[in-house]
């Protein structure tokens, strides 16, 4: 399997513009999730799906963020209007269940810059 | 406030040497505890996962501890390799809410 894919694999922007981070989970999982992680707090959880689902998105910072899952094989997190804040490293993982050993699996991430 | 912190923040050892990393936790609810390892430039890769009532577990040269009653764990790396060299994440929680800390940056010297 080619694990969690993500695309771009850096992004920069203008602020003001709209940016769409796009993931491809591991076949076959049912839990997706998205994560951003700067240097100052680390990795933070956004969102999470199951079966497509929203299920958790009290992590999404402000209405700027929204994320969708229109299938079992991509999701994408979009941000409008960026802001140089939204600056960070944006991870999707996925998990085959729900359970509290389950692995999630990580993708490599996308490096977002907004000037 | 749930909150895992993790020291030392950083650290330098050398190749061949062992070196213990801490974590300290205040999480609830907790039924399980991770550790993560993430290159540069990578995204985190799953070490180890205990729940409440296991105490230790190993997966080859890393080894992790839990004592859920002073809420605290410890990654233990024997006989460090270059590729050792990465941030290891402490990571404490249940599954659809787990907290995150910042990490400890490794670096194994030759």
């Known amino acids: 399997d080619a694990g969690v894919i993500q695309s771009p694999r850096h992004e920069v922007t203008e602020m003001g513009q709209e940016v769409t981070l796009r993931c491809k989970p591991i076949s076959g999982h049912d839990y997706l999730f998205w994560y951003r992680q700067t240097m100052m707090r680390g990795l933070e959880l956004l969102i999470y799906?199951?079966?497509?689902?929203?299920?958790?998105d009290s992590g999404m910072p402000e209405d700027r963020f929204s994320a969708k899952m229109p299938n079992a094989s991509f999701s994408t997190l979009k941000i409008q209007p960026s802001e140089p804040r939204d600056s960070a490293v944006y991870f999707c993982?996925?998990?085959?269940?729900?359970?509290?050993?389950?692995?999630?699996?990580f993708g490599p991430g996308t490096r977002l810059t907004v000037l | 406030k749930n909150q895992v912190e993790q020291s030392p923040q950083s650290l330098i050892i050398l190749e061949g040497k062992n070196c213990t990393l801490q974590c300290n936790y205040t999480v609830s609810p907790f039924s399980n505890l991770r550790w993560y390892k993430q290159d540069t430039g990578r995204g985190p890769v799953s070490l180890t996962i205990?729940?409440?009532?296991?105490n230790t577990k190993s997966n080859g040269r890393y080894t992790a501890t839990l004592d859920a009653d002073t809420k605290q764990s410890s990654l233990h790396i024997t006989a460090s390799q270059l590729s050792d060299s990465a941030s290891y994440i402490c990571?404490?929680?249940?599954?659809?809410?787990?907290?995150f800390g910042t990490g400890t940056r490794l670096l194994v010297s030759p």
């Open positions: 205990m729940t409440f009532s296991e």
């Open positions: 799906f199951n079966n497509n689902v929203p299920i958790d």
């Open positions: 990571v404490v929680g249940s599954f659809q809410k787990l907290v």
């Open positions: 993982a996925s998990s085959l269940v729900s359970s509290d050993t389950d692995t999630q699996y």
